[in-house]
């Protein structure tokens, strides 16, 4: 039997199979897959159909196109992107781009992960295996979420959705991480969460998700490197820092009968006071 020549070339590169097969795919503990899987959480579409028939689909502005076509390299499975141009309720004319995958392997993959059929903004949960944090959020953000400048020229990031488990774990994240605290709290005209972060807050959440390496939208890459780069003015009056509310605290502001008496006595606002008594009787 001939041996096996150790410096004849390779016919193909088995790693490089390996790393392209199907059982690879949606490891979210990949950057580029947390990344994709937020993503497709947030603003892909899984619809069933008869038998064992469905699809994915994700529809975003078509001067986005260029994720799809990350995600259709990411995807080990056949994808399709299509464009159309068609009028909506916000636009005479508004051209999309729509990337489809049909394949069951990778449909079922993705449900399990945590992708619902059918409707699921009320639905849809982070990851319940480990997974790439910061890149997840990035992903949910980019699909649902804002980064930029407001009229007033305020930096800011904002996610808006209307799944409580994922506002909550925004905030819970970004006190962890970077030490912001953040309470969410649903819109009471249409129960959306509007969860912003602004000045310091959105330049330090910014630097954070968006770093340079990352898959992201282009357009909001660029904006988060815009944000990240701002400096609070001299002029504008320095940031507040919040103040923990202590045991003793609570105490004196129970023990106190009005929030002004209670405000002189902690050093603190009557708004301060007035939300902290609330929230203690809630308990």
């Not at 949960?125 to 407001?150: E, H, M, Q």
């Not at 799944?163 to 969410?184: D, E, F, M, N, W």
């Not at 819109?187 to 972060?197: A, S």
Request: aromatic share 8%; hydrophobic share 40%.
């Amino acid at each position: 039997m001939a041996e096996h020549d150790p410096n004849a070339p390779a016919l193909f590169d088995v790693s490089a199979l390996a790393a392209e097969s199907p059982t690879s795919f949606m490891d979210l503990e990949d950057p580029r897959y947390a990344y994709m899987f937020g993503f497709l959480q947030a603003d892909g579409h899984l619809a069933q159909g008869a038998g064992q028939k469905g699809k994915l689909t994700v529809e975003i502005n078509a001067r986005d196109i260029a994720i799809l076509r990350d995600f259709q390299q990411l995807t080990p499975y056949y994808t399709s992107i299509t464009e159309r141009t068609r009028s909506t309720n916000f636009a005479e004319t508004h051209h999309s781009a729509t990337w489809t995958l049909c394949a069951l392997d990778a449909r079922t993959t993705l449900n399990q992960l945590g992708l619902p059929y059918g409707r699921k903004s009320r639905r849809i949960t982070p990851p319940r295996v480990p997974f790439s944090r910061p890149d997840y959020l990035r992903g949910v953000i980019d699909a649902d979420g804002a980064v930029g400048f407001t009229a007033d020229g305020l930096p800011f990031v904002s996610l808006t959705t209307a799944s409580t488990a994922i506002a909550v774990y925004l905030c819970h994240y970004t006190k962890r991480a970077l030490g912001i605290q953040k309470l969410p709290g649903r819109n009471k005209r249409d129960g959306i969460y509007n969860v912003m972060y602004m000045r310091e807050a959105g330049v330090a959440l910014a630097q954070h998700l968006y770093t340079p390496e990352a898959l992201a939208l282009g357009r909001k890459k660029a904006a988060a490197a815009e944000v990240a780069r701002w400096v609070r003015p001299a002029d504008m009056a320095p940031a507040r820092t919040q103040r923990s509310w202590t045991g003793l605290e609570d105490s004196i502001l129970l023990d106190t009968e009005t929030d002004e008496g209670a405000a002189v006595a902690l050093n603190r606002t009557v708004k301060s006071c007035k939300i902290r008594r609330w929230r203690l009787r809630k308990r």
